[in-house]
């Protein structure tokens, strides 16, 4: 953290956590009763070798505290990550919504934002092929808001009462709990197969969104459709978007299932260093705006949450700004006891009848009961609000309030019937007066029964590698699949997505191919070019460049570095051994890894120094070659000069040397110009043109 942001005013929220905060720096160690204690490593026992004594309550204290630490982790979305941060709206956006925190752009907002993985549990790896959850609270004055939404826009079912059947089908499979955070396996396909509502959501979990390269490149989406309600009660339908200012990218398979056993915490590694070294993670904030009188002029229902609205035909407005700067002080504190609930709402944002939303709105409360141990889990620090509360809620496990008085009662004389309810205009909720008419029934509208239409779509806005991608998806999962009958009912379905798909899928999992294709009735739009990541933003900032150097790297080494650091790069020297290694012209650079701690998995792009004594104390490296071999297979940005081009000539094959993406300069002229050139190679991202 910088000095100007520690000095920076704290937040409602922050103040309110200050009366929580504990630093136990010399301070003298205590039990929970405030006792000083004056032993800590030996048990009281009835000589230096007998039984240890019940009347020790300072251990007894000490080890029931310890053994009751763990709390059950989330039953989806157990592996999260969180920071702090606030919102910001770019302008008042009264006409739409009467919101407080969307009036006012020179209000900052407190927030709190966790992401996470969804099937694995809670010690299992980020860097999984996974849905991934995109949790906002608000702290605004109007009360806490939530958004609990996911880094893809629509839903693999229909209707929560499927919820538990689609979550059991995904987690790992409970005779042997295997596979851990993997949806390649026989109940997932299974219920992909016979759940066909799930096709557009499994073309989505199939392509390169579930490999985010970090929780600051991914979209977020609010999934269902909401209402904003403005001051005169006049509604329109949105759909919550959040765009990352450093565009949406992903990583390649391989590199996902191997940062899975080199950094299994991968994407909170980087969220926590980026805001240590103040690189703020930045999201705007979108609305899509349906108006209510337009809501039967689509062709999908805009209530069935496995539909987007193509931003083609929906545009997303951006209206303000997210930007996370702080860590937290306590992960378990903080990330781990979070709660989030859709129902969270504040005056001016309402539902609509999405009925995958209206289950959730049950199921978020009840969960954090058996979660956090009771009732009273929005008393904990990080889910206080910075409002005030006042009700005559009372009791329960771990209350912590204390309420005076001897009225706990609405209506009430004796307190003037207080606290007191208030009207629309003094901030009350108001839920909006939608007019309901309909019969029971336990149905899905004909409007929700077009699985296959935005399947199609989201296939044909991919560009060439991005289908690529997908199709060995499909290879892979499905041939981790043990039933033959699974993995055929599968391609059975991919053929009503498309039958290219299917034909390329089928072959490599033993499946045949079926010769009807039962094409989906509704016509959409062929193509939505948002949806393709090639069509993001793409910058060097923040981006992670391997140096690879020895001692007597040449005098170019730090230009390039200094080049790289000025467009935002972060770049750290990988070596034969760790500390400061000194080059050509007495300059110094520190080596922050080794061959051995590190792997060219966890960088982006990597340079390899020139100067001869450098080269040669890296080509004795064994694992040198390797590092550059992997770089190149995941298409990422090679430089070298000098004798770094003579070393990376023995790491690749001859006809690689000029392949995309692969920066060298060896002479003096062409030397002037090559760090602009590495820095736009990086800016670049990946060479997707490679033959490997
Ligand atoms: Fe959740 N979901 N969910 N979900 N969900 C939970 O709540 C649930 C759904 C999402 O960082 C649980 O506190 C049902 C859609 C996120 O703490 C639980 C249904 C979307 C998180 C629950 C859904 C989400 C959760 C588990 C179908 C995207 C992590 C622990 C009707 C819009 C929140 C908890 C965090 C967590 C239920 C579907 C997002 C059990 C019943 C759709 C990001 O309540």
Do not use: C
Not at 365 to 377: E, H, V, W, Y
């Amino acid at each position: 953290m910088s000095k100007e942001d520690k000095h920076m005013k704290k937040d409602a929220k922050e103040e309110q956590l200050d009366s929580f905060r504990v630093d136990n720096e010399g301070q003298k160690l205590t039990t929970n009763q405030g006792l000083k204690v004056s032993d800590d490593e030996f048990s009281l026992k009835a000589g230096e070798r007998g039984p240890t004594l019940m009347e020790d309550f300072h251990f007894r204290e000490k080890m029931t505290h310890f053994d009751h630490e763990r709390i059950p982790e989330r039953i989806v979305h157990a592996r999260g990550f969180g920071a702090h941060g606030y919102f910001q709206v770019y302008e008042p956006l009264t006409s739409i919504t009467k919101a407080g925190f969307l009036q006012d752009p020179s209000v900052k907002t407190p927030v709190f934002v966790r992401f996470s993985t969804v099937a694995g549990s809670r010690g299992s790896a980020d860097t999984v092929r996974d849905v991934r959850g995109f949790s906002t609270k608000f702290y605004t004055e109007e009360g806490n808001y939530d958004l609990v939404g996911n880094n893809m826009p629509v839903f693999f079912i229909q209707d929560a009462i499927k919820f538990p059947d689609f979550i059991h089908a995904v987690k790992p499979e409970p005779h042997n709990e295997v596979p851990q955070a993997s949806s390649a396996h026989d109940t997932f396909w299974d219920f992909m197969a016979n759940n066909p509502e799930t096709a557009h959501m499994m073309m989505w979990s199939m392509s390169d969104r579930a490999l985010p390269r970090s929780f600051r490149m991914m979209e977020g989406f609010g999934v269902h459709t909401f209402r904003l309600v403005n001051e005169e009660g006049k509604a329109h339908f949105v759909k919550f978007h959040w765009k990352p200012v450093l565009g949406v990218h992903s990583l390649v398979w391989d590199e996902n299932q191997k940062i899975a056993g080199k950094d299994p915490d991968f994407h909170r590694r980087d969220l926590w260093n980026a805001i240590e070294t103040g690189n703020y993670p930045e999201f705007e904030f979108g609305l899509q705006i349906i108006n209510e009188e337009d809501e039967f002029n689509f062709d999908f229902d805009i209530l069935d949450p496995t539909k987007l609205w193509p931003e083609e035909i929906v545009p997303v407005r951006k209206v303000g700004k997210m930007t996370l700067t702080r860590n937290t002080d306590n992960f378990f504190a903080e990330t781990e006891q979070i709660a989030f609930h859709p129902g969270h709402v504040v005056p001016g944002i309402d539902f609509s009848n999405d009925p995958l939303l209206q289950g959730r709105l049950f199921s978020y409360t009840d969960t954090q009961i058996s979660r956090l141990g009771g009732p009273n889990f929005a008393e904990i620090p990080i889910n206080r609000p910075i409002a005030p509360v006042h009700n005559n809620q009372r009791d329960g496990m771990h209350r912590m309030t204390v309420n005076q008085g001897p009225v706990s009662y609405h209506r009430n004389g004796i307190a003037g019937n207080s606290p007191s309810t208030s009207t629309p205009q003094e901030g009350g909720y108001q839920h909006y007066a939608e007019k309901v008419d309909g019969r029971k029934v336990q149905a899905r509208s004909d409007s929700f029964k077009d699985f296959y239409s935005q399947a199609t779509m989201f296939w044909n806005s991919m560009s060439a590698v991005e289908k690529k991608h997908i199709t060995s998806a499909f290879q892979f999962e499905l041939g981790k699949v043990q039933r033959m009958d699974v993995r055929q009912s599968v391609i059975n379905l991919l053929m009503n997505i498309d039958p290219k798909l299917a034909a390329d899928v089928a072959p490599k999992i033993g499946a045949q191919l079926p010769e009807e294709v039962k094409q989906s009735k509704n016509p959409t739009p062929t193509d939505s070019p948002a949806l393709s990541m090639m069509n993001t933003i793409f910058s060097a900032k923040t981006r992670k460049v391997a140096i690879i150097a020895g001692a007597g790297f040449d005098q170019t080494t730090t230009d390039v570095i200094k080049a790289l650091e000025e467009a935002g790069v972060t770049a750290e020297v990988v070596s034969d051994r760790l500390g400061p290694i000194a080059g050509q012209g007495g300059k110094e650079i520190e080596a922050l890894h080794t061959f051995l701690t590190s792997d060219s998995l966890l960088f982006d792009a990597i340079y390899i120094a020139g100067g001869k004594e450098s080269v040669n104390l890296i080509a004795s490296e064994s694992d040198a070659k390797d590092f550059v071999r992997e770089a190149y297979k995941h298409f990422k940005p090679i430089g070298a000069v000098n004798e770094g081009v003579a070393f990376l000539q023995k790491a690749l094959a001859e006809e690689d040397l000029n392949a995309p993406g692969i920066v060298t300069a060896t002479s003096k002229d062409k030397l002037s110009g090559f760090e602009n050139k590495f820095v736009e190679a990086v800016a670049a991202h990946r060479f997707w043109d490679r033959k490997l």
